[in-house]
């Protein structure tokens, strides 16, 4: 069973750091872009990052300067390192990435999505 797990939430003051984890596990035969997204209650799923297979980032204009995402191919995780945090980042975190897999027999491209990990940040 092909799943993305997070770790490393949790809750800091306006100003600290957190890193946040994802690892993919399954039969995964290659991960194109792996990203981060974040969502309060009652709003959308926002794009805060996202790194291609390349190495090459973007990021939403709100993290810029504070958060850097990256990758380790070889482990198949993504990670985003989050420093100067600010109330408003409070938020659940969710890893994304596009995988080519086997499941069932079949090669699937599709993207998958971990469980979230929740982000306090104390004002």
């Known amino acids: 069973q092909v799943q993305l797990v997070e770790s490393g939430g949790g809750l800091v003051q306006a100003g600290g750091s957190l890193r946040l984890s994802c690892a993919a596990s399954?039969?995964?035969?290659?991960?194109?872009?792996m990203a981060w997204y974040r969502q309060v209650p009652g709003k959308e799923r926002e794009l805060v990052a996202v790194i291609t297979i390349a190495g090459s980032t973007k990021y939403t204009e709100s993290v810029k300067g504070r958060f850097t995402i990256s990758r380790d191919n070889a482990k198949k995780s993504v990670f985003l390192e989050m420093n100067s945090l600010k109330p408003e980042d409070t938020a659940v975190y969710y890893c994304?990435?596009?995988?080519?897999?086997?499941?069932?027999?079949?090669?699937?491209?599709?993207?998958?999505w971990g469980q979230g990990t929740q982000v306090t940040v104390s004002s």
């Open positions: 994304n990435a596009e995988l080519r897999t086997i499941e069932s027999g079949q090669v699937r491209n599709r993207k998958y």
């Open positions: 399954g039969l995964i035969i290659s991960i194109n872009d």
